[in-house]
Nanobody
Framework: QVRLVESGGGLVQAGGSLRLSCAAS????????MGWFRQAPGKEREFVAA????????YYADSVKGRFTISRDSGENTVYLQLNSLKPEDTAVYYC???????????????WGQGTQVTVSA
């Protein structure tokens, strides 16, 4: 069982930055691939970024490539999402997810957090 808790969301102006954190419980965190997704009002949940269990491989949605960076610190059981050059269209609830086997852009992860709100003003 893995419990995920996101933090770091907030209100920021366009062009600004935020760093989201996802703290995971469980001793086997280092063996889980992690993903970040987001969901804007009235829209489906969409993939943002993923990182392999080793941290050696990352994968980004085209809409955030070059602006967002995913990383993990297995010693602290935490995965991060650095959001730079934010745009109003990045406004959404951001969720982290974990899975022992799947690594990719589909919502096939076994475990999900409750989400953290990111709002980007124009």
């Amino acid at each position: 069982q893995v419990r995920l808790v996101e933090s770091g969301g907030g209100l920021v102006q366009a062009g600004g930055s935020l760093r989201l954190s996802c703290a995971a419980s469980g001793r086997t965190f280092s063996r889980y691939a992690m993903g970040w997704f987001r969901q804007a009002p009235g829209k489906e949940r969409e993939f943002v970024a993923a990182i392999s269990w080793s941290g050696g491989s990352t994968y980004y949605a085209d809409s955030v490539k070059g602006r967002f960076t995913i990383s993990r610190d297995s010693g602290e059981n935490t995965v991060y999402l650095q959001l730079n050059s934010l745009k109003p269209e990045d406004t959404a609830v951001y969720y982290c997810a974990a899975d022992p086997a799947y690594y990719g852009p589909k919502t096939m992860y076994d475990y999900w957090g409750q989400g953290t709100q990111v709002t980007v003003s124009a």
